[in-house]
């Protein structure tokens, strides 16, 4: 089978949402781009995003309730993400996300959306049920678009994304 042919049968599965799929990659992308921009990285020998320090400077501007986010964030609530894994008798399977005990809304907001991102980048939504899965996607882009307003600089930083692709 040729790389056009394989391509094209790998198109035929996502194909209704490839678009949805295209822009949930595009803006996580970008959005961990922003990050590291801004200040939110961690360096070793290579550079990441530091969610984690994101998270903890701007948890007191997430509200769950605000009208841009909240039925997002209520679905993701109520059927958290599933994650894939590997059960006892070696077969992948999938476990239903967990809240931890002291995890602020925006954390588990954001927890679920880097879930959402692995498991279609990672092969673990293939195949691809529309249903579900587009509402997890657009979920998520809900939530970061929303975080993304938190701070000027951050915000000047995903933008400028943007704006460097359309020039």
Not at 22 to 46: D, P
Not at 126 to 144: H, V
């Amino acid at each position: 089978m040729s790389q056009v042919e394989i391509s094209s049968k790998i198109l035929d599965i996502v194909f209704d949402e490839k678009e949805l799929i295209f822009n949930f990659f595009v803006t996580f992308s970008r959005f961990e781009y922003a990050l590291k921009i801004s200040g939110y990285m961690i360096e070793n020998e290579t550079v990441w995003p530091d969610w984690k320090r994101f998270i903890e400077e701007n948890y007191m501007n997430f509200d769950k309730n605000h009208s841009s986010i909240a039925k997002s964030y209520e679905y993701l609530d109520s059927d958290p993400v599933k994650k894939q894994i590997l059960d006892n008798s070696k077969n992948l399977g999938w476990k239903v996300s967990q809240r931890g005990e002291k995890d602020s809304d925006m954390e588990w907001a954001i927890k679920q959306v880097k879930t959402i991102r692995n498991n279609l980048f990672h092969g673990g939504k293939i195949p691809f049920d529309p249903d579900r899965d587009s509402k997890l996607l657009l979920a998520g882009l809900d939530i970061l678009e929303y975080c993304a307003n938190f701070n000027k600089s951050f915000l000047h930083a995903f933008t400028l994304v943007i704006k460097k692709r359309r020039d």
